[in-house]
């Protein structure tokens, strides 16, 4: 997930990850923790915003992002579909407000998750 969210111009704070979480750095993409919780949420993808390093954002509002991946994982969710979903977080930071936008990926994030339900039929 990180590799491809590097790719799209986010930086992760460490430089690496090592484990299922890292922390995403957002200034390049001019959004705020708070705003980028709130607009992936409405794109059904659940993150928390998180403080970076020397953040000039207050507490409540950051300069980051928590993202885990034991959700993924517990469905299903092989590396091709972290890759889609890397790219969805990707499209959603890039055009926050856009409703369209909004739309679209929510829909895609639905589709991905129909294919692993939560509970077997």
């Known amino acids: 997930m990180a590799e491809e969210l590097v790719k799209r111009g986010l930086r992760i704070v460490s430089g690496r990850t090592e484990s299922h ?46 993202i885990g991946s ?11 579909d972290a890759r889609v979903l890397s790219n969805l977080v990707a499209d959603v930071l890039a055009n926050p407000e856009d409703e369209a936008n909004l739309a679209k990926v929510r829909g895609q994030v639905t589709a991905l998750c129909d294919k692993y339900p939560v509970y077997g039929n």
């Not at 034991?70 to 091709?80: D, H, I, Q």
């Open 70 to 80: 034991a959700a993924m994982t517990t469905r299903g969710f092989n590396e091709t």
């Open 21 to 66: 979480v890292f922390l995403v750095d957002l200034q390049p993409m001019k959004i705020t923790g708070k705003a980028a919780e709130a607009a992936l949420g409405k794109a059904h993808i659940t993150v928390n915003k998180n403080a970076i390093p020397n953040d000039p954002e207050k507490p409540f509002v950051t300069s980051g992002i928590r």
